[in-house]
């Protein structure tokens, strides 16, 4: 059994910062892939960004890319979201996930998720 334990989340001013991370427990957790994604209120989970191994390679999605910079410890496959420039639309829970299968923007391909952290951003 694995689970993802998130925090970081809170609240801050537009052009602020925050960081979130997520750490896995659980035997022989062995995930490649990790992402965030994150769901506003009424509208559909999104991918935010996505790392992999071997090296650490990434990916993100438009809205955040040049804000957002993700990144993973291999000691203890904790994963990092910095979040930088922060914009009003940047508010929404934010969740990790791991173990893809499949498309690793596509919400159903991951076969773990965190409980999620609220990240809110205000004028």
């Not at 809170?10 to 960081?19: A, T």
């Not at 992999?52 to 993973?72: E, K, L, M, Q």
């Not at 979201?81 to 990790?96: G, H, I, P, V």
Request: negative net charge; aromatic residues 12%; hydrophobic residues 30%.
């Amino acid at each position: 059994r694995v689970e993802l334990v998130e925090s970081g989340g809170g609240s801050v001013q537009e052009g602020g910062s925050l960081r979130v991370s997520c750490t896995p427990s659980g035997d022989d957790y062995s995930c490649i892939t990790m992402a965030w994604f994150r769901q506003a209120p009424g509208k559909e989970r999104e991918g935010v960004a996505v790392i992999w191994t071997p090296g650490h390679r990434a990916d993100y999605a438009d809205s955040v890319r040049g804000r957002f910079t993700i990144s993973r410890i291999d000691a203890n496959n904790t994963v990092y979201l910095q979040m930088n420039s922060l914009k009003l639309e940047d508010t929404a829970m934010y969740y990790c996930a791991a173990c893809k299968n499949g498309d690793y923007w596509y919400r159903p391909s991951y076969d773990y998720w965190g409980q999620g952290t609220q990240v809110t951003v205000s004028s």
